[in-house]
């Protein structure tokens, strides 16, 4: 089977290389998935970099990709709750990724059922951001009623993190360009900021959750507009030792990322607030509520382009400049 490889680290971004590899053999709770379309995501970027390797160390080569749509061609001993044909989509298990190849084996617990009004490729926008925006919820576990504000919600995150937050039944306020806004009231949102013309943090206060997806240059304003005591969750920022203590990681990385995110911590600190970073885990059960989610509200996936496998490093470069207007999508059998 075809698969694009990656070899080894480099700061400064590299190309993959198709290589012809063997179809991967399944253990008895895996599945065989062979894969129709594959997202791209500033994810798989960050991976070639070695942005994530304290989190995440890979070992090479490396079969690329993070999320998928499929179906099963193959079923382990172990499973009963797929069958052979079933549409499946998923966020890849993190020490076993490899989604930009013609075949896959998945752990079962990391897949679910797609929703039938997707196409392949529109399926392909939803594992990875829909997980984070749903771990992300988790964490702040918040009530009904209660005002989350999305920072810089009108791009793919947003598209997922507005509707499951409206699940939930909060009030969801984010901010971007005036030419989303009514993209971005139509997916939930209840208020929207143009970030040129408003200063959210001179407009909004005492907000019960923040979503931050801007990172560190943003991170002072969104305590400051988050209520005494509020959950503030970071998908840019950087990891603390909560996150490294959560993640099951070793001593020796809770301490190393408690330094990390000690500056986090003191800014969360200050009003007896609370901070969280979220890399996204695999999750099957998570992403079947999210199925239910998008199949009732017939929520809408947006695809930008779509790349055939072959133009893999097309598609990371595109991924990288920035400035899509949705999921970039490479289409891996037909």
Do not use: W
């Not at 939803?126 to 992300?136: D, K, S």
């Not at 923040?210 to 950087?238: C, N, Q, Y």
């Not at 998008?294 to 893999?312: G, P, Q, Y």
């Amino acid at each position: 089977m075809k698969a694009a490889i990656l070899n080894g680290y480099d700061k400064n971004g590299c190309d993959l290389v198709i290589r012809d590899i063997p179809v991967p053999e399944i253990g008895n709770d895996e599945v065989l998935v062979k894969i129709h379309t594959a997202g791209v995501n500033p994810l798989d970027n960050m991976i070639i970099r070695g942005e994530v390797k304290m989190i995440v160390p890979y070992r090479f080569p490396l079969v690329m990709g993070n999320e998928f749509v499929g179906t099963i061609d193959k079923l382990g001993a172990g499973v009963s709750d797929f069958s052979v044909g079933d549409r499946v989509y998923g966020r890849m298990p993190l020490g076993k990724i490899g989604a930009f190849a013609e075949y896959a084996a998945i752990d079962r617990r990391a897949i679910a059922k797609v929703p039938d009004y997707l196409s392949d490729e529109e399926a392909a926008c939803v594992p990875l951001t829909a997980l984070t925006a749903l771990q992300a919820l988790e964490l702040m576990t918040p009530k009904a009623g209660e005002t989350i504000f999305i920072s810089g919600g009108t791009g793919s995150l947003g598209a997922m993190a507005i509707p499951v937050a409206k699940s939930y039944g909060l009030t969801v306020i984010t901010n971007g360009s005036a030419a989303n806004r009514e993209r971005v009231l139509s997916l939930g949102a209840d208020r929207f900021i143009d970030y040129k013309t408003e200063d959210y943090a001179k407009v909004l206060t005492d907000v019960d959750a923040v979503l931050d997806t801007l990172g560190e240059r943003e991170l002072a304003k969104e305590f400051a507009i988050l209520k005494h005591g509020g959950k503030l969750v970071s998908l840019r920022g950087m990891p603390n030792g909560e996150f490294a203590e959560r993640s099951g990681m070793s001593a020796v990385k809770r301490m190393l990322f408690k330094v990390a995110g000690g500056k986090m911590d003191r800014m969360a600190a200050k009003k007896n607030q609370s901070y969280y970073f979220v890399f996204v885990h695999e999750d099957g059960a998570g992403l079947k509520k999210i199925s239910e989610i998008f199949a009732k509200r017939r929520i809408e996936a947006s695809v930008d382009e779509v790349f055939s496998l072959d133009e893999v490093n097309a598609a990371l470069h595109k991924v990288a400049a920035g400035r899509s207007k949705g999921k970039t999508v490479l289409r891996v059998n037909s």
